[in-house]
């Protein structure tokens, strides 16, 4: 990791105007390890100007799709030769486990790439046709123009790739903030996409806090759409932001996902499912399984399992190829984290499990197991983006779906059952954008990452994905070659 870093504009790598900068902290030391320069009002400008004229005027946005695929492809190749580096630097700058980082995120993260790639050679959409006597119709997807993405710490790099590199794959330009907790892969990427060749003005990234760079970007005159994704109240934010000069707004917002375990299941798969569910990514993912309605037939065995599963976490260095969970991502976080947990108990649930800090140093919490039968506590409620899970009894399908369904958010949701029939009605039935059966987690490149409810709008990945960053248009020919057209006499003359 370099000492400092700087700000990419316009294919230029510029220092901070008035000597202001960012540290970032390593959560598991609680020590600065690099700063990154704070861009100013002016440089946040100069980066809206940038992929402006890189759209407007190109190359990027005429380029044909397998010009743009080949860079890209170019860039996957690049980021999977450097991955042990990506992964210890997300490492350091998030507290991820190395485990994860480079088994799981990179990886994927190159997959996802080669697969936008693909992707955005492979439009499809309705034929030319005569739908009228003389006229041939057909629809065009076109680029939007200048989008800002605006990233979260949880996936530092991930989503970047679902939000920047998606909507540059198909001819957009973007300027990208990142959470300012995080910023330097993101700076890594820039230096590998001016390696490969990358126009400039197409990638732009500018750090500074969501207050202030992340508001003046979002409401930037000469920005087509926001791509956020963050916390529901800043996507509602951005919403407003955006309704002055009507922005494609595209949100992935928060989650509370519930994990539903029938008497019938496979009660040792759910309960090794739960603890993954639960504490990937630190217990820090929006999907993360964190309301476990356990049938009351199965309910103590349940829990008994996974408190005997919890045990043998490793909590500690994420550094470590052994180590199961890393630090939160910072002090104030975990603080928030912990108010949680106390006004769970202060509500009346039993705390079973962890709840304490493990180490003096960094910012640990230990997974946190909270029992409960009332659904509209705070703790069953609100997003925690912490390892607190809450588990409740239930007796009846129609009363869990329920009660999962009472939350407002809408992202992903599991069922555990062995009972196909019960499997299918469950996924009709919850309110939820992703519900996986006996599983909780995969989200292959090819399958959509959407959401309901509060949980935002729009999606990542899959054709759906790569179709939120296009308009599409409707192109009309005439084929009668006639000066007047059959149906003109509708508005004036006669027939
Ligand atoms: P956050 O506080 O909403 O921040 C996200 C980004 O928005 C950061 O870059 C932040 O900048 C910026 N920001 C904050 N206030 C802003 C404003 N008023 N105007 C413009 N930008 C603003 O979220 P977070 O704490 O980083 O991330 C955790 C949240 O992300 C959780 O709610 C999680 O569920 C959600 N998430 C959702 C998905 C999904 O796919 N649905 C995936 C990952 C994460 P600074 O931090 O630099 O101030």
Redesign the pocket.
């Known amino acids: 990791m370099e000492k400092k870093y700087k700000l990419y504009i316009n294919g230029v790598w510029v220092d901070s105007e008035d000597g202001s900068y ?1 540290d970032v902290i390593n959560p598991a030391t609680e020590e600065k390890i690099t700063e990154v320069a704070r861009a100013s009002q002016n440089q946040v400008d100069a980066a809206v100007d940038a992929a402006r004229d890189a759209f407007d005027k190109g190359p990027w946005s005429r380029m044909t799709p397998a010009e743009r695929s080949n860079l890209l492809l170019k860039l996957a190749e690049r980021i999977e030769n450097k991955l042990q580096e990506y992964a210890k630097v997300e490492s350091m700058i998030s507290g991820k486990t190395i485990k994860q980082t480079s088994n799981y995120d990179i990886p994927y993260i190159v997959d996802n790439i080669r697969y936008m790639a693909g992707l955005a050679r492979n439009f499809e959409g309705k034929a030319l046709k005569e739908y009228v006597p003389e006229g041939a119709s057909t629809i065009r997807r076109d680029p939007i123009g200048v989008v800002a993405a ?6 530092p790099l991930m ?1 970047v790739i ?1 939000r920047a590199i998606a909507a540059i794959s198909v001819g957009n330009t973007v300027v990208v ?5 995080t ?1 330097v892969t993101t700076l890594m990427l820039a230096s590998d996409l001016e390696a490969v060749g990358l126009p400039k003005g197409v990638f732009n990234v500018i ?5 202030s ?3 003046q ?2 409401k930037h005159k000469k920005v087509d759409m926001i791509a ?8 509602k ?2 919403m407003e ?1 955006g309704s002055s000069t009507l922005k494609k707004v595209s ?5 509370k996902a519930p994990f539903i375990v029938f008497d019938d299941a496979d009660v040792e798969a759910a309960v090794q499912g739960a603890v993954v569910g639960g504490l990937v990514n630190n217990g ?4 993360n399984s964190t309301r476990y309605y356990v049938h009351e037939n199965i309910y103590s065995k349940f829990l008994n399992a996974l408190l005997r599963e919890l045990r043998k976490v490793k909590i500690g260095d994420p550094l470590d190829e052994t180590v199961d969970m890393g630090p939160l ?1 910072s002090q104030s ?1 975990r603080e928030r984290v912990e108010s949680y947990i106390r006004k769970g108990i202060e509500e009346g649930g039993k705390l079973t499990y962890g709840g304490k800090r493990p180490f003096s140093k960094g910012f640990y919490l230990e997974p946190t197991v909270i029992e409960t039968d009332n659904n509209r506590s705070v703790i069953v409620q609100e ?1 925690i ?1 912490g390892p607190v899970w809450t588990v409740l009894k239930f007796k009846e399908y129609d009363e869990v779906i329920e009660k999962a369904n009472d939350v407002i958010y809408g ?1 992903g949701a599991s069922v555990w059952t062995k009972d196909v029939t019960r499997a299918i009605r469950a996924t009709r039935d919850l309110r939820f954008a992703t519900v996986w059966i006996n599983e909780h987690g995969p989200v292959p490149s090819e399958m959509p ?1 959407p ?1 309901y409810k509060q ?2 709008s729009g999606s ?1 990945l899959s054709t759906y994905g790569l179709e939120e960053y296009t308009y599409i248009k409707h192109v009309y020919f005439d084929i009668s070659g006639a000066t007047r057209k059959s149906w003109y006499y509708q508005v004036y003359g006669q027939k």
Not at 177 to 181: D, E
Not at 207 to 211: A, D, K, L, Y
Not at 284 to 287: I, M, Q
């Open positions: 960012i605006i990233t979260p710490w949880n996936y989503e679902w903030k990142p959470a300012s907790l910023p750090v500074g806090p969501g207050s760079v992340g508001e970007l979002a956020f994704t963050g916390s529901t109240e800043v996507g934010r951005l932001l949100l992935e917002l928060g989650g820090e993912d929006c999907a991502i976080h997003e983006f992202l990452w959401s949980s935002g990542s």
